[in-house]
C-alpha cells in the first residue's frame, strides 16, 4: 500500500515550457486535490477533483490545468512554465470532503524550479 | 489579510519543554480545525483535529479552539527532538477546501 505517489520528485524547466505532474492513490479515495507550497504562505489548493469526472478551481488555478483520468489518477498541467510557478507541489486525497472525518493524505511532493 | 495567520517560527526549545503553537483566523464560518505535522521534504500529516470549540488530548498533544478570539493553539508536552518539524494550522468550513496557515518550525533540542 503506497498511499499517494507523485512523480517526478524534482524538475527544472525553463520559462514557456510545459509539463505535466503525475500522482496516484491506491487507498479508493473518491477526491484528489493539488496543492503548492511556498514560504511564508503555506499550502494553496490550485485545484481539486470531488470524485471522478469532476474538476473545481480551487484558491489559485491561474496558470494550471488537471485532468482526472480515473479514480486513481489525477494529473496538474502547466502549459507555459513561469517563474512564478517554482514552487512545491503536493498532491492530496480523500475519501470525501476534506474535512474530518475525512483525512486527506498527502504524496511526498514535487519540486519544480522554472528558470 | 490572511485568512489564518500562523508564526513561522522558528521555535526552539529544549528537550522536555512545554511547547505551545498558535492559529488565528478571520472566517467565523470555519467549524473544522487540524493540526499537520510536516518533516522536512515530505508531505503533510494529520497531527490532531477538533470540531467547533473546545479541547482534545491525544497523548502528549493537546488542541484547543476558542471562536470567540478566533484563537487555535497546539501543545506539546514533554517534548522530544523526533518533534522537530513544521506544524501547520488548517481549519474548513466543510467541503472541499483548506486553508492552511504558512506553519511555524520547530526544533527540539536533545
Known sequence: NAGV?????FQVLKTGQSMTLQCAQDMNHNSMYWYRQD????????????SEGTTDKGEVPNGYNVSR???REFSLRLESAAPSQTSVYFCASSEGPAGPPNEQYFGPGTRLTVT | QKEVEQDPGPLSVPEGAIVSLNCTYSNSAFQYFMWYRQYSRKGPELLMYTYSSGNKEDGRFTAQVDKSSKYISLFIRDSQPSDSATYLCAMSSGGFKTIFGAGTRLFVKA
Open chain 1, 5 to 9: 505517489t507523485q512523480t517526478p520528485k
Open chain 1, 39 to 50: 514560504p511564508g504562505m503555506g499550502l494553496r489548493l490550485i485545484y481539486y477533483s470531488a
Open chain 1, 69 to 71: 483520468l480515473n479514480k
